[in-house]
Every structure is written in structure tokens, then in C-alpha cells.
């Protein structure tokens, strides 16, 4: 059992590919519409979607899990080196080299080749064994990510007002167009952003990236030439197709920014959550559909966005931005929806006033995290009952990716110092308790299970208090296993 949980570890290591390119444009505010329910949360049933010949199983067993191990398609995720070394023309240009030079870039390039790998091997089923001609994909999902920190950066530098004025008159020059000239394809923008923003406000330095935003807007002016460079070697009918896509790509992208830029956030006007919920579901989802579809029209496989296996991804998504809300709810107020803000002003008014009371002291620090499942659990257990109910409907593989990337992630609910943390469990329980009164002792008990295996240091004293198969089943099930199964877990746990 020691050998297969090894194994099993490693293998996840490469399987959370899956998850890299998603991921990165779940960035983009993916969200999806749930209603808010008055004590069990619950989730509308949906057709789990298939990625496998065999199908995910609410009950466990452990000769399951080996069949899906071993599975072919699975097996896929050992040919990784190899698309590595084909890329290696790419990720050693000097272009390259220099915005590797970036602090933060390297772990972003790294993400979407990642991704790339799990769309071309396990989706697209491309051969491990010779380059494919979907690179204009990875080049356009980094310069998406790359585009949207910077019109965050520059909004946050420059201050709303600004941003408003620039694109009161006409906004239309800030659209990416595609440009036909006889058999050669080629986008464009219809105005130059240094031209129009202060010089003073070009040279500021974006915060993540370390780097002034006039440096940040010419490597996105090399994105767009290498795009067009890639988009004059294919033949007109691939460049036409692959060029509207990823105009439709970007455009989507600025769409979500002028929402932003144009709503109003101040403490008297949050949205409800259904609205925050649909209008980011309809947005990523297009946006994600026209990448996937890229990919597709550059591998010369455009039929397999009939796939059943599309909505999978988009269920992957909506996950992990539930988690990314939960993460960035300080940094979101005030400067765009949150699902965790919406939860508890619409839903929580004590946990809202205690947040709006607090947040100028909670920004997060590396050696102090904010206590915010301490004093909002009821709104933070409802985000997380929303992306548990989804995961559920995944099959196994979806569920080992969503499993794992949760997981590495590491997601701050609370402060890791507050309580020793061989008793963090016990205590963070009995604090929560009379908070949650909508909610039964087995969901609270649950609650506190879930928090406290997504923080590294609790999760190993928690380990060492269960078996293998419970241990193996936290990590890799935890949003499988039910209430029930959780607060027997946590009884067992207490009473050591």
C-alpha cells in the first residue's frame, strides 16, 4: 500500500496538468449560478461528464481506484518529458529567456505548458513523439493572463475616474481586430495605449511582476507580433479561423474589465450572488470555449469540440474560482465581485459587519494569515459546500485533478498561528459551533475537517491520527466523503 500511495503521489504530480492551463483562465472570474438554500446546501443534478472508460463512483474501493491507476489514458500523463524537450525551441528563444527573467513568469509559462500538455495528450490524444503546430495557443493563453494583469495594474494605478474618461468617448480602438490582407490573416488594435496614459503612470511598477507597465505594455506588443508571425506561416482557412478565435479570446477578456471598471462596489451596492454568479458563468465560459477551440482548429481537430468531454473543464474551472474568491476576497473589495462578499451581505449581515469592521487589518501577510473562517465560517461554508457539490458530479479523473490542485494550493481561511496545531481541530470546532446554528453538528464537524486539511502543517498532525486509507481518502477524496463519513472522521480524531 506504502509502494501504490508513492506511486499514486507521483502520478498526481502530472495529472494536476490538467488543471495548469485551466487554472491560469480561471484567473479570468469564472463563476457559475447557484441558489442560496436555507440549511443543506444542494446542487441541481447534472450529467456526470465521461474523460474516461470508466465512469467516477460516489462509493470507494480501493480495486476502483487501481482500475482507474491503470488505466491507458491515464498512463498518457508519462510521456511529459518528452512534450518538454519538443518545446525546448520555444522556451529557450531569447524572448523567452528574458521574460523568464521576470519575477513570477517562470511559474506561469510553466502552468500553461502544463496545460498545453494535458489538452494535446489526454483531450486532443496528439502523438508524445513529434511537435504539433497548437504553440499560437500557449502563446495566446499567457498573453491573456499577461493582458489582464496589466489593464488590472494600470486600473489600480491610474484609479477608476481615469480609466472611465479614457473610454467615455469611444472604446471600440481598445478591441482586438482581425486584419485581411489578400491570403495573409493578422490582428491588430486600433490605438496605442503608450500614447494615451501619462508617461508618469507607464513608468509605476506593477506590484507582481516587478516591472514598469510601459515594460509590461512592449512585451505584450511582442505577444501580438508573435501571434501574427504564427498566423502568416498557416494556411488561410486555419489563420482565419484561429485568428477570430483568438480575437474573441481577448475581446471577452476587456469585456470583463469595462464591467469592473463601470460597476459600482462601494459597501451600500454589492450584487447578489445570483448576478455576480451568471454573469461571470456566461463570460469565462465563452472565453474558455474559444481557447479550447483554438487548440482544436491547430491540430487540425475541430470535431472534438463536440466532445462530451468539454463541459469537464468548464466544471474544473467554476471550482477553482470558488476557491480563488475565498483566497482574494480581501483584495477583491471594492474593485470587483467577490462570491464570498456577496454570500455574507446578502445572506450573513453579522459576518459582513464584522468584515467590514476588520478588513483594514486583515491583509494577508506571509507570516499572518487573515482569520476569516474564525469569524465568516457560515459564508466561507457555503463557497465551499458550492464547489464540493461540483466536484461530485466530476468523474474520477476530474476529481483527482480538482483534489490535488485544492490541495497545492494551499488556501488561506485562517490564521496557521492562532492555536497549536495538534489541537487546531478541537479548537477551531468549538469556535465555529454557535456561529453555525442553520446548520447540523455533522456539517459543522465536516466544516472543520475541510478547513484544517487545506492548511499543510494541521493536515500532517491530522494525518498521523488516521490510517492509510482514511489518510489516502482525505487527500484525495475529502469532497467525496459525506458528512457523515466527516464527522466520524473528526470523532475519532478528538478522542486520541
Same mark, same amino acid.
Given at each position: 500500500?506504502?509502494?501504490?500511495?508513492?506511486?499514486?503521489?507521483?502520478?498526481?504530480?502530472?495529472?494536476?496538468?490538467?488543471?495548469?492551463?485551466? %487554472?491560469?483562465?480561471?484567473?479570468?472570474?469564472?463563476?457559475?449560478?447557484?441558489?442560496?438554500?436555507?440549511?443543506?446546501?444542494?446542487?441541481s443534478?447534472?450529467?456526470?461528464?465521461?474523460?474516461?472508460?470508466?465512469?467516477?463512483?460516489?462509493?470507494?474501493?480501493?480495486?476502483?481506484?487501481?482500475?482507474?491507476? *491503470?488505466?491507458?489514458?491515464?498512463?498518457?500523463?508519462l510521456?511529459?518529458?518528452?512534450?518538454?524537450?519538443?518545446?525546448?525551441?520555444?522556451?529557450?528563444?531569447?524572448?523567452?529567456?528574458?521574460?523568464?527573467?521576470?519575477?513570477?513568469? !517562470?511559474?506561469?509559462?510553466?502552468?500553461?505548458?502544463?496545460?498545453?500538455?494535458?489538452?494535446?495528450?489526454?483531450? *486532443?490524444?496528439?502523438?508524445?513523439?513529434?511537435?504539433?503546430s497548437?504553440?499560437?495557443?500557449d502563446?495566446?493563453?499567457?498573453?491573456?493572463?499577461?493582458?489582464?494583469?496589466?489593464? #488590472?495594474?494600470?486600473?489600480?494605478?491610474?484609479?477608476?475616474?481615469?480609466?472611465?474618461?479614457?473610454?467615455?468617448? !469611444?472604446?471600440?480602438?481598445?478591441?482586438?481586430?482581425?486584419?485581411?490582407?489578400?491570403?495573409?490573416?493578422?490582428?491588430?488594435y486600433? &490605438?496605442?495605449?503608450?500614447?494615451?496614459?501619462?508617461?508618469?503612470? &507607464?513608468?509605476?511598477? %506593477?506590484?507582481?511582476?516587478?516591472?514598469?507597465y510601459?515594460?509590461?505594455?512592449?512585451?505584450?506588443?511582442? /505577444?501580438?507580433?508573435?501571434?501574427?508571425?504564427?498566423l502568416?506561416?498557416?494556411?488561410?482557412?486555419?489563420?482565419?479561423?484561429a485568428?477570430?478565435?483568438?480575437?474573441?479570446?481577448? %475581446?471577452?477578456?476587456f469585456?470583463?474589465?469595462?464591467?469592473?471598471?463601470?460597476?459600482?462596489? !462601494?459597501?451600500?451596492?454589492?450584487?447578489?450572488?445570483?448576478?455576480? &454568479?451568471?454573469?461571470?458563468e456566461?463570460?469565462?465560459?465563452?472565453?474558455?470555449?474559444?481557447?479550447?477551440?483554438?487548440?482544436?482548429?491547430?491540430?487540425?481537430?475541430?470535431?472534438?469540440?463536440?466532445?462530451?468531454?468539454?463541459?469537464?473543464?468548464?466544471?474544473?474551472?467554476?471550482?477553482?474560482?470558488?476557491?480563488?474568491?475565498?483566497?482574494?476576497?480581501?483584495?477583491?473589495?471594492?474593485?470587483q465581485?467577490?462570491?464570498?462578499?456577496?454570500?455574507?451581505?446578502?445572506?450573513f449581515? !453579522?459576518?459582513w459587519?464584522?468584515?467590514?469592521?476588520?478588513?483594514?487589518?486583515?491583509?494577508?501577510?506571509?507570516?499572518?494569515?487573515?482569520?476569516?473562517s474564525?469569524?465568516?465560517?457560515?459564508?466561507?461554508?457555503?463557497?465551499?459546500?458550492?464547489?464540493?457539490?461540483?466536484?461530485?458530479?466530476?468523474?474520477?479523473?476530474?476529481?483527482?485533478?480538482?483534489h490535488?490542485?485544492?490541495?497545492?494550493?494551499?488556501?488561506?481561511?485562517?490564521?496557521?498561528?492562532? /492555536?497549536?496545531?495538534? #489541537?487546531? *481541530?478541537?479548537?477551531?470546532?468549538?469556535?465555529?459551533?454557535?456561529?453555525?446554528?442553520?446548520?447540523s453538528?455533522?456539517?459543522?464537524?465536516?466544516?472543520?475537517?475541510?478547513?484544517?486539511?487545506? *492548511?499543510?502543517?494541521?493536515?500532517?498532525?491530522?494525518?498521523?491520527?488516521?490510517?492509510?486509507?482514511?489518510t489516502y481518502?482525505?487527500?484525495? %477524496?475529502?469532497?467525496n466523503?459525506?458528512?457523515?463519513?466527516k464527522?466520524l472522521?473528526?470523532?475519532?480524531?478528538?478522542a486520541?
Amino acid at each position: 500500500m506504502q509502494r501504490l500511495h508513492l506511486h499514486f503521489s507521483i502520478a498526481l504530480q502530472i495529472l494536476h496538468l490538467g488543471v495548469a492551463e485551466v %487554472n491560469c483562465i480561471a484567473y479570468f472570474n469564472t463563476k457559475y449560478y447557484m441558489p442560496f438554500p436555507q440549511n443543506q446546501l444542494t446542487v441541481s443534478a447534472q450529467t456526470p461528464v465521461s474523460l474516461h472508460a470508466f465512469s467516477g463512483s460516489d462509493k470507494f474501493t480501493w480495486t476502483a481506484e487501481l482500475r482507474h491507476f *491503470l488505466s491507458p489514458k491515464f498512463l498518457k500523463i508519462l510521456w511529459w518529458p518528452l512534450f518538454r524537450y519538443h518545446q525546448r525551441w520555444f522556451t529557450h528563444s531569447p524572448f523567452m529567456i528574458s521574460c523568464r527573467q521576470i519575477p513570477a513568469f !517562470d511559474k506561469l509559462w510553466d502552468t500553461i505548458k502544463k496545460g498545453a500538455f494535458a489538452y494535446n495528450s489526454l483531450f *486532443l490524444k496528439l502523438s508524445p513523439f513529434h511537435r504539433h503546430s497548437t504553440d499560437l495557443a500557449d502563446i495566446t493563453t499567457v498573453a491573456l493572463f499577461f493582458g489582464d494583469e496589466f489593464i #488590472d495594474g494600470l486600473a489600480e494605478a491610474a484609479g477608476k475616474p481615469f480609466i472611465q474618461r479614457l473610454l467615455e468617448d !469611444d472604446n471600440q480602438p481598445f478591441y482586438l481586430r482581425k486584419k485581411v490582407c489578400g491570403n495573409k490573416v493578422s490582428l491588430h488594435y486600433g &490605438l496605442k495605449l503608450d500614447q494615451l496614459a501619462p508617461p508618469e503612470m &507607464l513608468h509605476q511598477l %506593477n506590484e507582481k511582476y516587478g516591472i514598469s507597465y510601459q515594460k509590461f505594455y512592449e512585451l505584450l506588443q511582442h /505577444f501580438l507580433y508573435l501571434m501574427n508571425e504564427f498566423l502568416g506561416k498557416s494556411n488561410f482557412e486555419k489563420a482565419d479561423k484561429a485568428a477570430d478565435k483568438i480575437a474573441d479570446s481577448c %475581446n471577452t477578456c476587456f469585456a470583463s474589465f469595462l464591467h469592473d471598471i463601470h460597476s459600482c462596489y !462601494d459597501h451600500g451596492h454589492l450584487h447578489s450572488e445570483a448576478s455576480v &454568479l451568471h454573469f461571470h458563468e456566461s463570460k469565462t465560459a465563452y472565453m474558455q470555449e474559444k481557447l479550447l477551440g483554438l487548440r482544436c482548429v491547430l491540430a487540425d481537430k475541430e470535431q472534438a469540440m463536440f466532445s462530451i468531454q468539454i463541459p469537464g473543464w468548464l466544471d474544473i474551472m467554476r471550482v477553482v474560482q470558488i476557491y480563488d474568491d475565498i483566497q482574494d476576497m480581501i483584495i477583491d473589495d471594492g474593485l470587483q465581485d467577490n462570491l464570498v462578499l456577496s454570500t455574507a451581505y446578502h445572506y450573513f449581515p !453579522d459576518e459582513w459587519e464584522w468584515f467590514c469592521g476588520h478588513k483594514n487589518t486583515l491583509k494577508p501577510q506571509s507570516e499572518q494569515y487573515p482569520l476569516l473562517s474564525l469569524y465568516m465560517p457560515c459564508s466561507l461554508q457555503h463557497c465551499m459546500q458550492l464547489a464540493a457539490d461540483k466536484i461530485k458530479t466530476m468523474n474520477w479523473e476530474q476529481q483527482k485533478i480538482m483534489h490535488y490542485l485544492l490541495i497545492k494550493e494551499e488556501y488561506v481561511v485562517y490564521r496557521e498561528n492562532l /492555536f497549536p496545531k495538534d #489541537d487546531l *481541530l478541537f479548537n477551531f470546532y468549538w469556535h465555529i459551533k454557535n456561529k453555525m446554528e442553520h446548520l447540523s453538528t455533522e456539517s459543522i464537524k465536516s466544516f472543520s475537517i475541510d478547513t484544517c486539511i487545506l *492548511l499543510k502543517e494541521t493536515r500532517r498532525e491530522l494525518m498521523k491520527s488516521v490510517g492509510f486509507s482514511t489518510t489516502y481518502r482525505l487527500r484525495y %477524496n475529502l469532497f467525496n466523503l459525506s458528512h457523515q463519513e466527516k464527522a466520524l472522521i473528526f470523532d475519532r480524531i478528538i478522542a486520541k
